[in-house]
């Protein structure tokens, strides 16, 4: 006899979010008991509105925003690039994840703005969001509409890459060979 569980698909949250949202397509998978729903980009920020305010989710509070680079990965994803948000109901002290993938239509080699890489800010949602998806735009090249302040957070305004896309050199494009090394003595 097995002693797998079998996948937690019926959170009561996929119901609801079916019933609210007809003819939306979504998909749901679980992973370790962790309950994850996968919505389009187009409808991502109207699902988090109402999985935020709806009185049988009230998921109030977005605990962090992950960002994966699929690229290499052995099994076939919906898109290059997710985008997962870590939803928690605190009254409930539950926790229910979003995803999103999305697909470039351009090179990811170089710092092309590709309208495929955009998604709706949530910043109006969470304003906590501000800062994470800022640091999505600056690793991952992935833009936010309506963003208060969509600018580089960890890199300077010029930076010529995205850096954790999985196509950029471990060893940089030379960005470090500009600075002057500093040793004991010099600083």
Known sequence: ?????????????????????????FRATEFRRQ???????????????FLKSDSRCDFNFLSDIHYVDYLGYPAKTVGRFACVYNLLSLA??????????????LPTDGIADDPALYLDSVTDLWPGAEWMEREAFDMLGI????HPDLRRILLWETYP????????PLRGRGEREMYRVLDRTSS
């Open 1 to 25: 006899m097995s002693s797998a569980k079998k996948p937690n698909l019926d959170h009561p949250v996929f119901a609801i979010v079916k019933e609210r949202f007809p003819g939306k397509r």
């Open 35 to 49: 309950s994850t729903l996968i919505v389009d980009p187009q409808d991502l920020h109207e699902v988090l509105a």
């Open 92 to 105: 409930r002290d539950d926790r229910f994840f979003v995803k999103t993938f999305l697909d470039p239509s």
């Open 143 to 146: 833009r936010f509409r309506n």
């Open 161 to 168: 890459a995205f850096p954790l896309r999985k196509d950029y």
